[in-house]
């Protein structure tokens, strides 16, 4: 054997580009893998004009970063079939729980709903918590329920109830996500 790669220095270099072949082809292998597990957000929404849909979407964008002294957890969800969104900004998550919108303490928690991502300039367009409906009630709220959090990844439940300027009324209901950092 000795003498074969001795006598024949291709087979050595062929040997070689083989094992760099194999290691770069495993390496997008795993790329491909992280990628297809990129996350899911599914729930029913509806606004004042419009009945109960499915809201699904698998562009799940979530960040974990610090404000003011504490650790903020921000989510954002577009539908995958339509221009609706969702944002939520909760304040001081170290753990999963059960966390309430807008909340109690230093910090409100932010639980908006966006009828359509592309009316930005619109203020009838957001729905949020903290505004009064038609009656001057401020009965928005939401809740985050978060079952599993780690430092790559967090999965729970959600629900919101939003009002917008006018007053109008949006709701969000049986949500469930999953999504990596």
């Known amino acids: 054997m000795k003498k074969?790669?001795?006598?024949?220095?291709?087979?050595?270099?062929?040997?070689?580009?083989?094992?760099?072949?194999?290691?770069?082809?495993?390496?997008?292998?795993?790329?491909?893998?992280?990628?297809?597990?990129?996350?899911?957000?599914s729930g029913k929404i509806s606004f004042k004009d419009s009945t109960n849909h499915k809201l699904y979407s698998d562009r799940v964008q979530v960040k974990k970063t610090s404000e003011k002294g504490v650790t903020v957890l921000t989510i954002l969800v577009t539908?995958?079939?339509?221009?609706?969104?969702?944002?939520?900004?909760l304040y001081n998550i170290t753990n999963k729980g059960t966390f309430f919108i807008p909340g109690e303490g230093n910090f409100q928690n932010v639980g908006?709903?966006?009828?359509?991502?592309?009316?930005?300039?619109?203020?009838?367009?957001?729905?949020?918590?903290?505004?009064?409906n038609?009656?001057?009630?401020?009965?928005?709220?939401?809740?985050?329920?978060?079952?599993?959090?780690?430092?790559?990844?967090?999965?729970?439940?959600?629900?919101?109830?939003?009002?917008n300027s006018e007053g109008k009324q949006a709701q969000l209901e049986s949500a469930i996500f999953k999504a990596r950092f």
Do not use: H, M, W
């Open 134 to 163: 038609d009656e001057g009630l401020k009965n928005g709220v939401g809740r985050v329920n978060i079952i599993r959090l780690t430092e790559d990844e967090i999965e729970g439940e959600l629900i919101i109830i939003a009002n």
């Open 79 to 89: 539908d995958n079939n339509s221009p609706e969104s969702v944002f939520v900004k």
């Open 4 to 41: 074969t790669l001795k006598n024949n220095p291709l087979l050595v270099v062929i040997a070689l580009l083989l094992c760099v072949v194999t290691v770069i082809s495993f390496s997008k292998d795993l790329k491909v893998g992280r990628q297809v597990s990129k996350g899911f957000f």
């Open 112 to 132: 908006n709903l966006i009828k359509d991502v592309n009316k930005f300039r619109e203020e009838t367009n957001f729905y949020q918590t903290t505004l009064a």
